[in-house]
């Protein structure tokens, strides 16, 4: 079945620092989307990514789906205390699968 | 509009007992899902529903059943309950579904903590 693996875990930056987290899948995606979840809070969603190559962005958070559509990436530019949560993807092919998440601390 | 609704917020269970988590949304969605999240793991689905009157199983449901009688809520529940089903449970609608190609940008709950003793 479909496997979506999410690195880190979790990463520590200090503030003003960058922050990626990657999302790998093991079978080719139709789309993928990416979710933010503050501690406490339920998932929001952030973007959805659908073609080939996609770069889109969001203030300081850019979103990539690769060439092959297996993988994605979300990364912050100079990360503020407000970005502070876990970040998943969904990772959609004939069903969705979420990562587990990456948790980010500034 | 107040989105995607879950009650209770928290429940306390005795192994073997039964219970019912009622989700409702006023989006007028399509389809409905109910996620379990365990630390480490993520969300991962347990039934989700395509329209009134439909329920499909999803990644994890045994142990859940699942009725979407009306439109704008979905209930879930757990007929005897395990310490295993000790989890926070969220709830999201989206206009569409899980077919390649959809768009579906799910809008969730607050949660239910469960705990299963």
């Known amino acids: 079945g479909q496997q979506v693996m999410q690195i880190p875990q979790y990463q520590h930056v200090q503030e003003g620092e960058d922050f990626t987290t990657y999302c790998n899948s093991s079978t080719t995606l139709s789309n993928i989307q990416w979710y933010k979840q503050r501690p406490g809070g339920h998932p929001v969603f952030l973007i959805q990514l659908v073609k080939s190559g996609e770069v889109k962005k969001q203030k300081r958070l850019t979103f990539q789906f690769g060439e092959a559509k297996k993988n994605s990436s979300l990364h912050i530019t100079a990360t503020q205390t407000t970005d502070v949560g876990t970040y998943f993807c969904?990772?959609?092919?004939?069903?969705?699968?979420f990562g587990a998440g990456t948790r980010l601390t500034v | 509009n107040a989105g995607v609704t879950q009650t209770p917020k928290f429940r306390v269970l005795k192994t073997g007992q039964s219970m019912t988590l009622l989700c409702a949304q006023d989006?007028?969605?399509?389809?409905m899902y109910w996620y379990r999240q365990d630390p480490g793991m993520g969300l991962r689905l347990i039934h989700y529903?395509?329209?009134?009157?439909?329920?499909a199983k999803g990644e994890v449901p045994d142990g859940y059943n699942v009725s979407r009688l009306k439109k704008q809520n979905f209930l879930l529940g757990l007929e005897s309950a395990a310490p295993s089903q000790t989890s926070v449970y969220f709830c999201a609608s989206s206009y569409l579904g899980l077919a390649p190609y959809s768009y579906n940008e799910q809008f969730f709950g607050p949660g239910t903590r469960l705990t299963v003793l």
């Open positions: 529903s395509v329209g009134e009157g439909t329920t």
């Open positions: 989006m007028n969605h399509e389809y």
């Open positions: 969904a990772a959609k092919n004939n069903d969705m699968r």
